[in-house]
């Protein structure tokens, strides 16, 4: 008789052994509404984060350059969308708009990363037999932020690490 995980009926995802990015959700929050809406059709989503930039604190006694973590670098992010119609349509409504949105990107075992930006939507190079992709370029005035509350337990807890 074959055994049923139960925590895949009861959406909990076990990402101990590493997590799938199956289920990722992209979410926006217009300037001046109340509520996310989920953004369909996400193809990629970009790398979350950014590396610190560097403080160069060498001095002439030093015979290699010393340097300290700063503050971390602000970035864009490029997410790649299928091209339905509507889902450009909803975008491209608030595209340039310059006012600053509300995004949160929640992935399967619950963490979920937000930030703030304006963003503006296009359409990329299309080819012979390729779908029609567009491209939604956030300019991140805040964030991204990470939170690991909605994260769900894994079996033993420490990833596999003993």
Do not use: W
Not at 33 to 51: C, H, L, N, S
Not at 70 to 75: K, L, N, V, W, Y
Not at 87 to 93: I, S
Request: hydrophobic share 35%.
């Amino acid at each position: 008789m074959e055994k049923f995980n139960l925590q895949n009926f009861a959406g909990t995802v076990d990402a101990s052994e590493g997590l799938a990015g199956t289920g990722t959700r992209v979410e926006v929050k217009f300037n001046g509404t109340a509520e996310f809406v989920e953004v369909a059709d996400v193809r990629t989503i970009p790398q979350m984060g950014a590396d610190t930039q560097k403080i160069d604190v060498t001095t002439l006694a030093d015979d290699r350059t010393k340097q300290i973590e700063g503050i971390q670098g602000a970035q864009n992010l490029q997410f790649q969308l299928v091209y339905k119609g509507k889902n450009f349509k909803d975008l491209q409504a608030h595209s340039g708009d310059r006012k600053q949105h509300d995004f949160k990107v929640t992935y399967p075992d619950g963490l979920t990363c937000t930030f703030k930006g304006s963003y503006v939507v296009y359409v990329n190079q299309l080819s012979t037999n390729a779908a029609v992709q567009f491209n939604m370029n956030v300019t991140v005035s805040d964030g991204p932020n990470f939170n690991t509350t909605g994260v769900t337990a894994t079996p033993g807890g420490d990833g596999g690490h003993h």
